[in-house]
């Protein structure tokens, strides 16, 4: 695909500052921008590469004032980091824009779609299985019985979708997910082994979520899983059955949480954190990467540290911990010297 300065202008709502017809077809750092490629400067500290950068076309601030001699083109707008994240949504947009299907496929005879659908090879649509308009279902999804999908709904390549799972509208589910699998669920006999228990329930996406690659989220064992409305989870991320994450809430990769803890809207948790199962997380509330959590957390709290304590505590705790050889030492000392009177 290749955009002329103007196109991309047009797109942008932006001015050109050089050739409109010079084309890119794709995009760059501007550190490693080549002919052919589209680049920006948004960061202050980059401008020395705009004098240097052999990318073709760069989007910069409209207060933007040159004090060498450049040879890419510019295109100036109002904020340069958002146009640029405008573009990419574009670009990822045209390239993913397939529609048909293709060949081989298998859609049950009980299953009905909506029109400008996406079926990439080899993709497998179970029975009474309901797809909304504009949905993209790519090459080697599974598709399981009884479930149903919203519009603008992408489904990519390797991703499965288990019985009775609900996906809401707008959402992407990326490679290699499976949502709806079943739940962690077994109880303990006599003997020390273990009877599994039938999972019965399934699992609800709202609209707008956002699934990475590789995650996992477990079917209830009665009710539902539900992920909220806005929901954002990165790859790799373990959500046992019967959890509900509430709306806009953002998690990071290898995050694991146990079954039938409730967490709250616009909360932010970063990488590798553990959650114990049984509990509620209020709303808002933000835990630092690698933090263990073991009890109920109120509304607007930080916390960091396995166990998770208040941010602001952790850090001056973590002063003492760096100091315990010296403090170590320095109590061993005193003690020696009480010994010898």
Do not use: W
Not at 13 to 27: A, F, M, N
Not at 204 to 211: K, N, R, Y
Not at 222 to 237: A, C, E
Not at 278 to 283: A, C, L, M, P, T
């Amino acid at each position: 695909m290749k955009f002329t300065a103007s196109q991309i202008a047009g797109i942008l709502e932006g001015e050109v500052q050089g050739d409109p017809e010079i084309s890119v077809h794709t995009l760059a750092k501007i550190e490693e921008g080549e002919a052919g490629s589209l680049t920006f400067l948004a960061n202050p500290k980059y401008t020395p590469h705009l004098y240097t950068t052999k990318a073709s076309i760069t989007i910069v601030n409209n207060d933007f004032v040159p004090e060498k001699k450049y040879t890419t083109t510019l295109i100036k707008v109002e904020d340069a980091y958002q146009a640029f994240a405008k573009l990419l949504s574009y670009y990822d947009q045209v390239k993913n824009d397939k529609s048909g299907i293709e060949q081989p496929v298998y859609v049950d005879k009980s299953s009905v779609y909506g029109e400008d659908i996406y079926l990439g090879a080899f993709s497998y649509i179970g029975k009474n299985v309901t797809i909304g308009k504009n949905a993209k279902i790519y090459p080697n999804a599974y598709i399981s019985d009884n479930v149903t999908i919203g519009d603008n709904v992408s489904i990519f390549s390797g991703a499965k979708i288990c019985s009775d799972s609900i996906i809401g509208n707008n959402c992407v589910i990326h490679t290699g997910v499976i949502i709806g699998s079943d739940g962690f669920g077994f109880s303990p006999n006599t003997d020390g082994t273990f009877t599994k228990i039938p999972q019965i329930g399934n699992v609800i996406l709202e609209d707008s979520v956002d699934v990475g690659a590789g995650t996992t989220i477990d079917r209830a064992t009665m009710g539902s899983t539900i992920i909220r409305k806005g929901v954002k989870l990165d790859n790799q991320i373990q959500i046992a059955h019967n959890v509900e994450i509430g709306e806009n809430t953002v998690i990071a990769a290898q995050t694991g949480i146990a079954g039938s803890t409730k967490i709250g809207k616009n909360c932010m948790i970063g990488g590798q954190v553990g959650i114990v199962g049984h509990i509620v997380i209020g709303n808002n509330v933000r835990i630092q990467a690698q933090s263990g959590i073991g009890k109920n957390i109120k509304d607007n709290e930080v916390l960091q540290g396995s166990p998770a304590m208040n941010y602001g505590d952790f850090n001056k705790s973590y002063v003492h911990f760096r100091n315990l050889p010296k403090i170590v030492n320095g109590i061993n000392n005193i003690e020696k010297k009480f010994d010898g009177k």
